[in-house]
């Protein structure tokens, strides 16, 4: 993400796009009628045609959306991205439809030739991508001239789309706006001229944006489902205009899908880490269906993570330094930290993204004790640099990692993972080292952290820090944030923790070593909802008084869980959460 005098020229540059664009031609209606890709939810669009906007973290109460101040930049970008046409479409009755309608029409008289917030390449692709998707329901039962304004305005959001989608971020941002362009070149009549160009930009985004193991800089899994969603899209408004598809689009495809396969769990939900979610439910087999790519199975490492699987037990770690470049600015620091999920049903998780929450929650959520993982003194594997202004994204990570290691064993019984990273080094002298193991039956992790010195230099940065601490040692706690649906309790007096899955699995924690074991209040940060929900974690807390200092655990299903349990209870739905009105 740009930052200083390069995002003030981006945001001149759009401005001075999109009052340029003001004469382009209108497009003359459509070559075929679009079919609608994306896919929403029935109660939230019935929600949203009531006037309950619920978006970025906030909820507006609101006929008259353009008319209200957005409480935060997240939510003025997802309002005017129109993601919400999504819900409206999925309702699909009259009220939502004449909701729709009045509210497109609307932001077009308002916004439509260019002014106001909506006019970034990523959002303006966004948009024309709902509007094409849903254009039938956008434009049933009007008269050619009533729905004239709007094929005026997508010719000028198709023609800003052509002058500036250079300037939005790589990676996600770049792509929405490039597949905005190329579907809209291919959707209406008249724009054909930015046929070429276009798909021509796409396939270059896909050479440059998409390395070759299909990841992408963000290290964001959720980010990499939206990628790969856009790109199905764009694979078939070429095949439905039966033009020729780029080998470098076809070739992306082909690298992303083992990538999300190895980023995803038992349950079908992607990790959760350097700002992603699980993801929409149903997205990744709704896109793997267009794409037609053969079923491989997952990789034991994709984009910086490293994936260990037995019976219907997923572990994900992050076993990479954070994300560089613009890509800083919402990577979490979560060096080693790990998921795990138990057939349906997600156990050991990380806190997740705070940005719907605002910038207290968004930056407590990027520190190493919101991942479950080890931190020294309650401080970060990598440290927060100079904060930027809010509308271009939070401080940047520093100072992290130089040196991550990953050395992986399989064996008959069992895979492990043995890791390392020296955040530590320059503020204790101390390397993070973990050992993880699973078994193939899914049943027992088998755990082990250390932190040692390992050369004279880091020996002294340790003994200073230990003198001038009066030989108290250094503080560190190993943490496991738990899922909101899992119900712990301390057993044994206070050595083991028994955690409780509504499947009726139960998994036990033990550990070995220094420290004091005790259960503490965390947060899960989840999209779509109001707060954060509360949730419990599991703490070891220890200090370090020589040169090395070693913990080992053990989190086993407990001896009567059957080896298979047929766990058919119904989830909440998941687009009207419990807790949807609630404030606390």
């Keep these: 993400m740009e930052h200083g005098w390069a995002a003030r020229k981006r945001r001149w540059g759009n401005r001075l796009a999109a009052r340029a664009v003001r004469s382009a031609p209108a497009a003359g209606g459509f070559t075929s009628m679009p079919e609608p890709r994306t896919v929403g939810f029935f109660a939230r669009g019935r929600q949203i045609a009531q006037g309950n906007f619920l978006l970025a973290g906030h909820m507006v109460e609101t006929l008259e ?100 989608w250079q300037a939005a971020q790589p990676g996600l941002p770049r792509f929405e706006a490039l597949t905005g362009l190329l579907y809209a070149a291919y959707a209406l009549l008249g724009m054909d001229g930015y046929r070429e160009a276009a798909t021509r930009a796409l396939a270059t985004a896909c050479d440059t944006d998409i390395d070759p193991e299909g990841a992408i800089a963000s290290r964001n899994p959720e980010d990499l489902l939206e990628v790969f969603t856009l790109l199905t899209w764009a694979k078939l408004a070429l095949e439905d205009a039966e033009a020729p598809t780029p080998q470098a689009l076809d070739s992306a495809i082909d690298r992303i899908t083992p990538c999300l396969r190895t980023l995803r769990h038992a349950d079908g939900g992607l990790a959760r880490f350097h700002g992603g979610g699980r993801g929409m439910e149903g997205r990744f087999e709704h896109a793997l269906a267009i794409a037609a790519v053969p079923v491989r199975p997952p990789l034991p490492r994709a984009m910086g993570f490293a994936r260990l699987e037995g019976g219907r037990t997923s572990v994900i770690v ?61 401080t970060s594997s990598a440290r927060f640099g100079r904060a930027s202004r809010p509308e271009d994204g939070g401080a940047p990570l520093v100072d992290g990692p130089g040196l991550v290691t990953l050395h992986r064993t399989d064996e008959r019984d069992a895979a492990s993972l043995l890791l390392s990273h020296d955040g530590y080094v320059p503020t204790h002298g101390l390397t993070h080292v973990r050992t993880l193991e699973l078994s193939r039956d899914g049943r027992v992790v088998l755990g082990e952290d250390t932190l040692a010195a390992l050369e004279p230099a880091h020996r002294k940065t340790f003994d200073r820090l230990l003198d001038a601490g009066r030989m108290r040692g250094i503080s560190y706690a190993l943490r496991f944030h738990l899922h ?17 899955l509504p499947s009726g699995e139960i998994w036990v924690f033990r550990f070995d070593g220094p420290g004091r074991l005790s259960l503490e209040p965390s947060v899960y940060l989840e999209k779509g909802r109001l707060a954060p929900r509360p949730c419990q974690q599991i703490v070891v807390r220890a200090a370090i008084l020589d040169e090395t200092s070693q913990i080992n655990w053990t989190l086993a299903k407990a001896q009567d869980t059957p080896l298979a349990i047929r766990d058919i209870g119904r989830d909440t739905d998941l687009a009207l959460p419990r807790d949807l009105f609630a404030l606390d």
């Design 65 to 164: 959306p353009w008319s209200v101040e957005a409480p935060s930049l997240g939510f003025s970008a997802e309002l005017h991205g129109m993601g919400w046409l999504d819900h409206l479409a999925a309702n699909g009755d009259r009220n939502a439809r004449l909701a729709a309608q009045g509210w497109v029409f609307d932001w077009i008289e308002r916004f439509g030739m260019g002014d106001g917030p909506g006019w970034e390449p990523d959002l303006v692709g966004r948009r024309v991508l709902r509007w094409l998707h849903h254009a039938i329901f956008l434009t049933s039962a009007r008269t050619g001239a009533e729905n004239q304004p709007f094929f005026a305005a997508l010719g000028r959001q198709t023609a800003f789309l052509a002058r500036r």
């Design 484 to 500: 909101p649906e899992a119900d712990p309790s301390l057993d044994m007096n206070g050595s083991a923790v028994s955690v409780a």
């Design 318 to 378: 992050d076993a990479a330094a954070p994300p560089s470049g613009s890509a800083a600015h919402r990577a979490h620091a979560s060096m080693l930290a790990f998921e795990l999920t138990s057939n349906r049903r997600p156990l050991i998780v990380n806190s997740g993204s705070g940005v719907p929450f605002g910038p207290e929650w968004e930056k407590a959520a990027r520190a190493t004790n919101s991942h479950s993982t080890l931190s020294i003194d309650g």
